[in-house]
């Protein structure tokens, strides 16, 4: 495997826990399928959703995720190149109806931060009881680190984005599409992860000449709280205030979704968001990406394992742990419902 991203034990456990979570999802979307916006009137959640199949190796139930390799894998792709799935996306949108749509969805969770450091110092348990609750501490080689709120990425974790960025940068020159479309996680480590994989390509800094990019413009990242990772109890999981964000990031080019608050308005000491509950979330991410962006095919979403699982939960796609740095593309069929379907 990559030196660099690796699987866990934990990464493990986590991706399959909680399974009486997606019966409870099944029910609360099949009932929000019928809410409508007070004021338009509008279905708030047109869109259906289903993986398809055959593009990527990680959809397939025989690819065993402990021995997947990513990076040497190239990305999972199992048509026999990329010039093959663009040209493949293509016939999908250009032959289906009219209230169909296909996008490839690349899924890329953060790079290390300070409290995956955490928790592999001090084992998940521990984690959970007692140090996800804290901001951070002094190692016994008198190290200190700090995780919460809104950590940084470790050093291993920006060298684990730069291997994305150079992953990426050799599947371009073999065909893979670049997207024209990036979405990110308000958390720093989400954003940082972003900037280090795509920088370059299709990000740069204002003062920098864009044309050099492989891109050939820049493009303007979309933070969304809907992408953050399980909201509450866990420290790591508050965010930093939009102007601080904006200070990080704003050169790069990032911007906020409408309404984006300046505190961390959902964060709360004493409440962990469920499984479902994120998976609503994430459908409503899905739901903001089909009907605002019909053009935009192929999509960047950076965020957390959490919010990956959630999307997976959302979609219907087998389940499959990610690595810090780790990426998951899944192609996406959209279908509109219509109206009358729904009163």
């Not at 209230?99 to 001090?122: D, M, T």
């Not at 904006?246 to 979704?257: C, I, K, P, V, W």
Request: proline fraction near 4%.
């Amino acid at each position: 495997m990559s030196d660099l991203i690796k699987i866990t034990q934990c990464d493990v456990e986590d991706a399959h826990a909680n399974t009486d979570q997606e019966v409870i999802y099944r029910k609360l979307i099949s009932e929000a399928r019928y809410q409508r916006d007070p004021e338009t009137g509008n279905t708030l959640r047109p869109w259906k959703f289903e993986v398809v199949q055959g593009f990527f190796k990680q959809s397939d139930e025989s690819t065993d995720e402990l021995s997947f390799d990513l990076i040497r894998d190239n990305f999972g792709l199992a048509l026999g190149s990329w010039s093959a799935l663009k040209l493949k996306l293509h016939e999908l949108n250009l032959n289906g109806s009219p209230n169909e749509s296909y996008k490839l969805l690349i899924c890329a969770r953060h790079g290390q931060g300070y409290h995956n450091e955490a928790v592999s110092i001090f084992g998940i348990e521990e984690w959970n009881n007692h140090w996800s609750h804290c901001t951070g501490t002094t190692l016994p080689d008198g190290r200190e680190i700090v995780w919460g709120p809104d950590p940084m990425l470790t050093p291993l974790g920006e060298r684990q984005a730069d291997e994305l960025n150079k992953a990426w940068r050799k599947q371009i020159e073999h065909g893979a599409p670049i997207p024209t479309k990036y979405f990110s996680s308000p958390f720093t480590r989400s954003c940082m992860t972003l900037v280090r994989t795509w920088r370059g390509i299709s990000i740069c800094e204002e003062n920098e000449d864009q044309s050099k990019l492989l891109s050939s413009k820049r493009h303007f990242p979309i933070v969304m709280e809907n992408l953050r990772e399980t909201i509450g109890s866990h420290l790591c999981d508050k965010r930093s205030p939009k102007k601080i964000i904006a200070q990080r990031f704003s050169r790069f080019g990032f911007t906020f979704e409408k309404g984006f608050q300046e505190e961390d308005i959902y964060y709360r000491d004493d409440w962990r968001e469920s499984l479902s509950e994120q998976s609503l979330r994430a459908d409503a991410f899905l739901q903001d990406v089909f009907e605002n962006y019909p053009d935009d095919i192929y999509i960047s979403s950076t965020s957390h394992a959490g919010e990956i699982r959630a999307i997976i939960t959302a979609l219907g796609h087998r389940k499959f742990a990610i690595p810090t740095a780790g990426t998951l593309p899944i192609v996406v069929k959209g279908t509109r419902i219509q109206e009358d379907l729904v009163l």
